[in-house]
């Protein structure tokens, strides 16, 4: 079965653009989270969609957005990128339940984005 | 909330030695726990993990964790660390309801020949 994948693996964006990330998740998982990995602030968990709906939220500003399709897959976007948004992004998929009971999460490669 | 401390920013074993890795952990009722491991330029990888029951718990790559309610911990142990094992470690929590885990700061583990 195939894992988690990301795209892209590296992005260079600078201040001010806005940046789409995708996610697959592994075949029939329907929970897919993310998370931002920086070396100040380690691994934080951005929001988490299931059916199409975002479940949960990490405390990050609107900039960070995210969206599911019906096939799961996920992207996640963020708008008016500052310097300190460089970071590895991870993406997680799970087979986490309706009810939200905890899935077990398998992580994709990341992708590194860093802005100028 | 949750949250979680990993005592060791760095630790240094030599190769055949055993190892054991700290993680305590603040939650109100039982968690779910995880140990991950991160290989330079790599995603985490699940370890293992512990929900329920045996507090012993076998993983990959001929890791164990010991869940221990009254010590609020789990920490991590391999009784021969191979030079291959050199990597990051995260221990995370996770409520039973609410798909998100709240990870350690990670202890980095470097093996010397």
């Known amino acids: 079965k195939a894992g988690v994948t990301q795209t892209p693996r590296y992005l260079i964006k600078t201040r001010g653009q806005q940046v789409t990330l995708s996610c697959s998740p592994i075949?029939?998982?329907?929970?897919v989270s993310w998370y931002q990995q920086t070396p100040g602030q380690g691994l934080q968990f951005l929001f988490e969609?299931?059916?199409?709906?975002?479940?949960n939220k990490g405390n990050f500003p609107g900039r960070f957005s995210g969206r599911q399709f019906s096939n799961s897959r996920s992207e996640m976007n963020v708008s008016t990128l500052e310097l300190g948004d460089s970071a590895l992004y991870l993406c997680?998929?799970?087979?986490?339940?309706?009810?939200?009971?905890?899935?077990?999460?398998?992580f994709g490669p990341g992708t590194r984005l860093t802005v100028l | 909330a949750q949250s979680v401390t990993q005592p060791d920013i760095h630790i240094t074993v030599s190769e055949g030695a055993s190892l054991e890795l700290r993680c305590n952990y603040s939650?109100?009722?039982?968690?779910?726990l995880f140990w991950y491991v991160q290989s330079p330029g790599q995603g985490l990888q699940l370890l293992l993990k512990?929900?329920?029951?045996?507090?012993l718990v076998q993983g990959i790559k001929g890791f164990e964790a010991e869940f221990k309610r009254s010590q609020s911990s789990f920490n991590l142990r391999k009784p021969s660390v191979h030079w291959s094992d050199a990597a990051e470690y995260f221990c995370?929590?996770?409520?039973?309801?609410?798909?998100?885990?709240?990870f350690g700061a990670g202890t980095i583990l470097r093996v010397k020949s």
């Open positions: 997680a998929s799970s087979l986490a339940e309706a009810g939200g009971l905890f899935g077990t999460q398998y």
């Open positions: 075949s029939g998982h329907r929970s």
């Open positions: 969609y299931f059916s199409e709906t975002q479940r």
């Open positions: 939650y109100g009722a039982t968690p779910y």
């Open positions: 512990y929900f329920s029951g045996d507090t």
């Open positions: 995370a929590v996770g409520a039973r309801y609410g798909n998100k885990l709240v």
